[in-house]
């Protein structure tokens, strides 16, 4: 097992890791649109926060080794489905033509107030 951090994405802001790699897979804490350098939320609606929270999921990504070509599934957990259009479209511009396998959930809250919260699952490079 090993641990991921970057400082190019949100320190964790309670007892768990950015990513676990381990058994070849690299397992991702749900990401919510943290600003790395303030750790403050971005202000804006749900797709400015999708578009933080993937930024921030890519840079853990980075920090393994590998890229959003590697995510084989993946979680969105959103505040309203109201949002779901808006970020579904930017979830699928990021990933240019890649398509991990997805869920996504209505929660009733996110932590910070956040809008979206998204993990993943990756495969490691043999």
């Known amino acids: 097992m090993k641990i991921i951090n970057t400082i190019e994405a949100p320190e964790a802001i309670g007892p768990y890791s950015q990513a676990v790699a381990s058994g070849g897979f690299l397992f991702l804490s749900g990401q919510i649109a943290l600003n790395p350098q303030t750790m403050t939320l971005v202000n804006g ?75 993943c699952v990756a495969k490691m490079k043999d």
């Open 45 to 119: 609606d749900a797709a400015i926060q999708t578009k933080r929270v993937l930024l921030n999921i890519e840079a853990i990504l980075r920090a393994a080794g590998i890229d959003k070509r590697y995510v084989l599934k993946s979680t969105v957990f959103l505040k309203k489905m109201t949002d779901f259009a808006m970020v579904n479209k930017i979830y699928e511009d990021f990933f240019e033509g890649h398509r991990p396998a997805r869920s996504t959930v209505e929660v009733a809250n996110l932590p910070k107030g956040a809008l979206v919260e998204i993990e």
